[in-house]
C-alpha cells in the first residue's frame, strides 16, 4: 500500500527551467513532509519541509507547496542546475508519530541538461 | 550525510549465507536507525537502537534480521541465511538525540549505504 506516490519515475529539464516534482499521498495523518535529494551510490540528504499547517515553504533555489485537500506536494526548483540532478524522494511523517517512522515514495530521478 | 560510515559498500551472499553490515555513526551522535530500500521502492524503516539498546524494531523482518548497537563499536545489522528477497540497499542513519522531540527535518544523517547482492 503506497502511501506516498511520487507517479513520475524520472523527468528532464534544461538547466535555467523550472523543475517540479510532485507527491501524492493518501494518509490524512500526515502532518510534516520532506524531500530528500539522493546522489547515485550516496545516502539521502535532507532538502527542505513543511508542516502540514503551512501550504509554502521556501529555501534558496527550492519551494515547497502542499495542498491539503487534495493530499498533493510539489517541489519546484528555480533556476535548475546540472548539480541538481538526482533523484528526490519525498517523505511524510504521521502526526504524532515517530520522526525517524517517515514513509517515503519511490522516487523521481531529476535530470537537468545543460 | 558526511560522517555516517557503512561497510561494507557492496556485498554478495549466496543464498542461505549470513551478511553482516555494519555502521559507525557521525560523532557525538549515539542514535542509529537502519533503513531499507528494495528495487524500485522508497526506504522503510527498520530499527531505532541507542548503545546496547533496542528501541523501536516495529520495521524488521520476524526472522532471520537482527540489530545490534554495542557500547563500543559499530551498529550490525546481521541478516542469516539471506534469500534473493534480500538484494537490497540498506542505509544506515545516525542523530545527535532521540526522535521524541521533533527539532527538523535534517536531524538524521544517512549514510552511504550498503548494497547487497543475493546470487
Known amino acids: 500500500d503506497q502511501q506516498v506516490k511520487q507517479n513520475s519515475p524520472s523527468l528532464s529539464v534544461q538547466e535555467g527551467r523550472i523543475s517540479i516534482l510532485n507527491c501524492d499521498y493518501t494518509n490524512s495523518m500526515f502532518d510534516y513532509f520532506l524531500w530528500y535529494k539522493k546522489y547515485p551510490a550516496e545516502g539521502p540528504t535532507f532538502l527542505i519541509s513543511i508542516s502540514s499547517i503551512k501550504d509554502k515553504n521556501e529555501d534558496g533555489r527550492f519551494t515547497v507547496f502542499l495542498n491539503k485537500s487534495a493530499k498533493h506536494l510539489s517541489l519546484h526548483i528555480v533556476p535548475s542546475q546540472p548539480g541538481d540532478s538526482a533523484v528526490y524522494f519525498c517523505a511524510a511523517r504521521t502526526s504524532g508519530g515517530s520522526n525517524y517512522k517517515l514513509t517515503f515514495g519511490k522516487g523521481t530521478l531529476l535530470t537537468v541538461n545543460p | 550525510n558526511a560522517g555516517v560510515m557503512q561497510n561494507p559498500r557492496h556485498l554478495v551472499r549466496r543464498r542461505g549465507q549470513e551478511a553482516r553490515l555494519r555502521c559507525s555513526p557521525m560523532?557525538?551522535?549515539?542514535?542509529v536507525y537502519w533503513y531499507r530500500q528494495l528495487p524500485e521502492e522508497g526506504l522503510k524503516f527498520m530499527v531505532y537502537?541507542?548503545?546496547?539498546?533496542?528501541?523501536?524494531e516495529s520495521g524488521m523482518p520476524k526472522e532471520r534480521f537482527s540489530a545490534e548497537f554495542p557500547k563500543e563499536g559499530p551498529s550490525i545489522l546481521r541478516i542469516q541465511q539471506v534469500v534473493r528477497g534480500d538484494s537490497a540497499a540498506y542505509f544506515c542513519a545516525s542523530s545527535p538525540r532521540g526522535q521524541g522531540v521533533f527539532v527538523g527535518g535534517n536531524t538524521i544523517y544517512f549514510g552511504e549505504g550498503s548494497w547487497l547482492t543475493v546470487v
Open positions: 560523532k557525538g551522535h549515539s542514535h
Open positions: 537502537l541507542q548503545k546496547e539498546n533496542i528501541i523501536d
